[in-house]
């Protein structure tokens, strides 16, 4: 039992020494292809699209967190039955953990954003180092009677120590090399916060051009100041996150190039991004929506963003939309970790502010959010308009190409549907009878919203009193006074739209073209 737990650890051992050395040569050479980085990936990418929403849906933010996790307690798993494995045959054990290096390194390979051959580099080192640990603390461990019996299985030779001997070699080598991992753990996180840093110092140095055309004054009153309800314009350390990086790229601004090329592209241009800061740039307030959010959920919020009109730069470069007789109907911006977003030509150049975004509430944009450079197209959920991270757009059709997520079963083609939530009461809220305020916000980007109701226990519906609108690109709040009478009540919510359209009733998923249904609460008057 003793000698079994003594193995598992030894496997653990080789395990973390594996790890270390691949993360350590990850980060020297770039972060995203350290294994469990790129398995992480790679098993994002297979993920069916259903349980990739689930993930999302229960673990918000924290999902790759969650998938990390899972994948370091496989790794785990696996480690300490290679231990055990050992004590048998430690040739086929070490060959094990050699073959995991090389399936990692395969995968890391596989990725879109590999890059090389490199790539599989920290994998491979990374099973090597983990083989000949498992190797060398298996042959501390065995007793002359196990590695009999291990030399008749897989050709060892017998080893002649005897007593206490090899168990005190054992716990040596066996601290010996956890030290040494642990060493090399730190040389590498050392490294990757030096590469932060600079990365930092270099987002730092950037100087955002004043706005040749600002954003238009928010008229008084977009805001409500209801407490408990999201405020006009989102912050950027509380702007919802989604994206598949596991590594947020952090790309340096004096090397960042933009390709614009493709279907009647009549001249393909490399953009830098000085380039793009010495145009006359535009500032609008605009409200982004991830298509994964569910009838009240989060991901949605409104920022201040500074870029470059993509329309213009698009007709620079000779582009026509469709009806104008082009022969490129999508647009399909491509990111330096290999995400594909595609867009409609036609909706990009119909004189809504599309931009390159540069700046996201006076400053740079964050890391998490795109930086140095992002797409937007407000109307359009972001899988379909806001690729962050952008390196490349091509002119193409949807004919020819499916970009990432329609891969994956969602739509080709996503405007924002529609919505508007109860910010306040929250669910389950326990307020006092009297007067209660309702309130929320409520969204139809590029249409605008023109009426919110809200009705009591499926009574009538009510008009909410509508905060001033930002432009019909933004959310707008709305609130409501209930004069609340004690017991258990449903409070619902919907919205119309500036053209007209009611929100509907009909509950949908979020695949493959967003949620719709009316938002409601459940509140305990007391
Ligand atoms: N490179 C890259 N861009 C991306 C994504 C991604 O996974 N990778 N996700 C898209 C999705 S689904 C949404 S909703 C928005 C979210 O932008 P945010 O994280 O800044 O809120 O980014 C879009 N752009
Ligand atoms: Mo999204």
Redesign the pocket.
Known sequence: MARAAAAALSGLVAGYAALAVAELLAVALRPSTGPVTAVGAAVIDRTPSGVKDWAVRTFGTDDKLVLQAGILAFLVLCAALLGILALRTRRLAAGCVAAFGVLGAGIALSRPDAGGLLAALPSLAGGIAGAVVLYVLAGQLASPEAAEVGAAASGDLPRPDSGDLPRRRFVLATAGVAAGATGVGAAARALEAGSTAAAEAGRATVELPAPASPAPPLPRGVDLRVEGVAPFRTANRD???????LDVPRIDPGSWRLRLHGKGVGNPRVLTFQDLLGRALVERDIT?????NEVGGP?V?TARWLGVPLGALLEEAGVRPPSRGGPADQLVAR?V?G?T?GSPVETVMDGRDAMLAVGMNGEPLPF???FPV?MLVPGL???VS?????EDIELTTFDDYDAY?VKRDWAREAPVKTQSRIDTPKPFARPAAGRVTVAGVAWAQHRGIDRVEVRVDEGAWQQAELAAEGSVDTWRQWRWDWAATPGSHILQVRATDGTGALQTAKRTRTIPDGASGWHSVVVNVT
């Open positions: 702007f919802y996150r989604v994206d598949t990086a982004l929506t991830c298509v994964s991901y919020g990111s970790d995400m977003v998490d959010h795109g992002r959920y972001g899988y806001a690729c962050k991270w952008i997520w």
